[in-house]
């Protein structure tokens, strides 16, 4: 990914194409995840807790069953860290919890707003100077954002607004971390393994107050096992050759690609609005991902 950091006069061969591609994966995943926890929580097909337990843990089983494929199940939990577990968890709880009270748009917007000011931050005090167009790039996804989901509407529920940016947190410190693997699809696999205990302990201390459906565990699974499991590991794999403050960037899609799900599958109207948020969004990006970086002394 870091080949597309490259001046842009200069034609994409394979091997940028095919890491753009995969960077490009991971943030459909991402975003079906927001799809499909809205589907399940909206209508009470499960409980937030239910949810985030069975997500980590589907995609615990799903990532330790591809690491025994390739024969690491022997050192899989020797690639856990600590804080990229309790990242992991933080995330995942704090963004089911977060859903029940927040409308999707707007927990969008909290999410992914939080994770780039993370991510920024994080960047800043590693030492990175992200450049104009990183800047740029930035500035102009979030004025896109904000007018996608800034239209006036009631005060949000503070306990959810705070529960958003808790995930926020989470999760852009766990791609930080991320940074830092060399073995990407055994450290995903042993950071859900690990994370996957707490989140079926929270939810038998705090049930939901009825009972799931069926509809909403296999949502949970699809989140754990596909959009979580093998979308975070793609992500995982993809952070090496990113830095911290394009990767910041580039989440920035996310919530473009998951109001279009919406749309999809959900039956969300589409809107000039988010015409023109689309335009800001993808072109902060796209400047941000291809103009030429200054050369370093």
Do not use: C, H
Not at 162 to 178: D, P, T
Not at 212 to 226: I, K
């Amino acid at each position: 990914m870091r080949a597309l950091l490259d001046k842009a006069s200069v034609g994409v061969s394979t091997p940028r194409m095919r890491l753009f591609l995969i960077t490009l994966l991971a943030l459909i995943a991402f975003a079906a995840n927001s799809v499909l926890t809205r589907s399940a929580l909206s209508f009470e097909q499960i409980g937030a807790g239910a949810f985030a337990a069975i997500r980590l843990g589907s995609g615990a089983v799903m990532l330790f069953v591809l690491v025994a494929l390739r024969g690491g199940a022997a050192r899989v939990m020797r690639q856990g860290r600590f804080s990229s577990v309790a990242a992991l968890l933080l995330y995942a709880v704090a963004f089911s919890y977060a859903y029940v009270t927040l409308d999707a748009g707007l927990g969008a917007l909290i999410l992914f707003g939080g994770v780039q000011i993370t991510m920024f931050a994080g960047a800043l005090l590693g030492g990175e100077r992200p450049s104009v167009a990183r800047w740029f790039g930035t500035v102009s996804g979030m004025a896109g954002l904000a007018i996608l989901f800034a239209p006036g509407n009631a005060t949000p529920e503070p306990f959810g607004v705070g529960l958003m940016l808790a995930a926020a947190l989470g999760w852009g410190v766990y791609s930080l971390q991320g940074r830092k693997v060399r073995a990407p699809l055994e450290a995903t696999a042993a950071n859900f393994i690990l994370a996957a205990p707490f989140a079926i302990l929270l939810w038998i201390l705090l049930p939901a107050s009825f009972p799931a459906s069926m509809n909403g565990v296999l949502l949970a699974v699809a989140s754990g096992a596909l959009a979580s499991g093998l979308g975070y590991a793609i992500w995982y794999a993809t952070l090496p050759s990113l830095d911290s403050s394009l990767a910041a960037v580039v989440q920035l899609l996310v919530p473009i690609i998951a109001l279009g799900g919406g749309m999809a599958f959900l039956g969300e109207g589409a809107s000039w609005i988010f015409a023109i948020s689309t335009v800001l969004v993808l072109g902060g990006v796209l400047v941000a991902v291809l103009w030429p970086e200054p050369e370093k002394p």
